[in-house]
T-cell receptor
Framework: EAGVTQFPSHSVIEKGQTVTLRCDPI?????LYWYRRVMGKEIKFLLHFVKESKQDESGMPNNRFLAERTGGTYSTLKVQPAELEDSGVYFCASSRDLTNSGNTIYFGEGSWLTVV | QKEVEQDPGPLSVPEGAIVSLNCTYSNSAFQYFMWYRQYSRKGPELLMY????GNKEDGRFTAQVDKSSKYISLFIRDSQPSDSATYLCALNTGFQKLVFGTGTRLLVSP
């Protein structure tokens, strides 16, 4: 079974440009999450999809960030326009259901974003 | 004040040592306590999770939760160089938004 896959693995863009990160969750996982770790800080929650619906987007930092999950499969996270403080690693994660028996949330390897 | 506090380390130990990793937290609503291991340039990998207070053992790893003190621990017995990684505690209230500690970097020398 393939794990959570993210693309691109690394991206270097200039301030003001746009970047789109993609996440393919594990097949059959209705729940998809985006997290972010900026330099020197802890991993922080951005948002949670259940299928194609945003369940919780309380962690999205501002309106420069737009997440979509059309059709309830893969998700994209767009940053437009990118700022220097957006640099960090963006993790996608998925889980099968919302019950906490096992509470297994699987993470991808992350998309490393550098804004210069 | 952060919701979860974790010493970033690094923590350096010789092979075979017993390692103790800890987190403290402030929100008494947390009910689920996870430990993730993260190798360099990889994503977090779930090691263990515990519901409420108590101990849970899995091979060389033991997770311990003391809700009265708001203190969680991960013990690694007979540590190996392959255990060298960053260990992250993660907590949630039952809704799957995880709150992470900063992670402790562990170095196990041969």
């Amino acid at each position: 079974e393939a794990g959570v896959t993210q693309f691109p693995s690394h991206s270097v863009i200039e301030k003001g440009q746009t970047v789109t990160l993609r996440c393919d969750p594990i097949s059959g996982h209705d729940n998809l999450y985006w997290y972010r770790r900026v330099m020197g800080k802890e991993i922080k929650f951005l948002l949670h999809f259940v299928k194609e619906s945003k369940q919780d987007e309380s962690g999205m930092p501002n309106n420069r960030f737009l997440a979509e999950r059309t059709g309830g499969t893969y998700s994209t996270l767009k940053v437009q326009p990118a700022e220097l403080e957006d640099s960090g690693v963006y993790f996608c994660a998925s889980s099968r259901d919302l019950t906490n028996s096992g509470n297994t949330i699987y993470f991808g390897e992350g998309s490393w974003l550098t804004v210069v | 004040q952060k919701e979860v506090e974790q010493d970033p380390g690094p923590l350096s130990v010789p092979e075979g040592a017993i390692v103790s990793l800890n987190c403290t937290y402030s929100n008494s609503a947390f009910q689920y306590f996870m430990w993730y291991r993260q190798y360099s340039r990889k994503g977090p990998e779930l090691l263990m999770y515990t519901y409420s207070s108590g101990n849970k053992e899995d091979g060389r790893f033991t997770a311990q939760v003391d809700k009265s003190s708001k203190y969680i621990s991960l013990f690694i017995r007979d540590s190996q160089p392959s255990d060298s990684a960053t260990y992250l505690c993660a907590l949630n209230t039952g809704f799957q938004k995880l709150v992470f500690g900063t992670g402790t970097r562990l170095l196990v020398s041969p």
